[in-house]
């Protein structure tokens, strides 16, 4: 059973349309990290989110953290083609810092 | 200042026979973690050190194992090679143990065992 469930798991579009991919899960974490993972690469860090209800973007990404911090979204506005990759949200169970629970990820690809 | 370094990128390798990854962290980092990664299963956390002491270990084998060095720099071995264990190994680095600090990835070891 995956504590972090992400989808869709598959996102192809068209470069301009707007998307957004969700992260959620059953059991309450004390933060939440978005990572981009591009092929053949590590993933790198995007964003942490903290405090329940946060909102915190980054150019055309707006990332949110559930009111429970159970759950967290990532919107990408005007998509390009540079955000292709692998999303994965990460984050230590609340009660338990030291492990990080990883999601599978959602795979985007952004089309010319 | 480098990022965080992987040797060798790709691995090829048949059952039975073991295996040595290396790690190099970012300067200054004292916390190495190695994953596992696989299309069906993500991301899954093998192991973390923090100053050559193993600090965190996942749900894997004895076959999988790790230490690090008064460098920082870390290796991890699997003996004795399944087919399941082909996968993508990477390794992060960060300043402070555990899950909240920001992890530097390095790009990975693909190892196939044929």
């Known amino acids: 059973t995956q504590l972090l469930e992400q989808s869709p798991q598959f996102l192809s579009i068209q470069e301009g349309e707007n998307l957004t991919v969700y992260c959620n899960s059953s059991s309450v974490f004390s933060s939440l990290q978005w990572y981009r993972q591009e092929p053949g690469e590590g993933p790198v860090l995007l964003v942490t989110v903290v405090t329940g209800g946060e909102v915190k973007k980054l150019k055309r990404l707006t990332f949110q953290f559930g009111d429970a911090r159970k759950d967290s979204s990532l919107h990408i506005t005007a998509a390009q083609p540079g955000d292709t990759g692998l999303y994965l949200c990460?984050?230590?169970?609340?009660?338990?810092?030291?492990?990080?629970?990883w999601g599978l990820g959602t795979s985007l690809a952004v089309n010319p | 200042k480098a990022g965080v370094t992987q040797t060798p990128r790709y691995l090829i390798k048949t059952r039975g026979q073991q295996v040595t990854l290396s790690c190099s962290p970012i300067?200054?980092?004292?916390?190495v973690s190695w994953y596992q990664q696989t299309p069906g299963q993500g991301l899954q956390f093998l192991f973390e050190y923090f100053s050559e002491t193993q600090r965190n270990k996942g749900n894997f084998p004895g076959r999988f194992s790790g230490r690090q060095f008064s460098n920082s720099r870390s290796e991890m071995n699997v003996s004795t090679l399944e087919l399941g264990d082909s996968a993508l190994y990477l390794c992060?680095?960060?300043?402070?143990?555990?899950?909240?600090?920001?992890?530097?990835f390095g790009p990975g070891t693909r190892l196939t065992v044929l």
């Open positions: 990460a984050g230590p169970k609340a009660g338990n810092n030291r492990k990080l629970i």
């Open positions: 300067s200054g980092h004292r916390s």
């Open positions: 992060a680095s960060s300043l402070a143990s555990g899950g909240l600090d920001e992890q530097f």
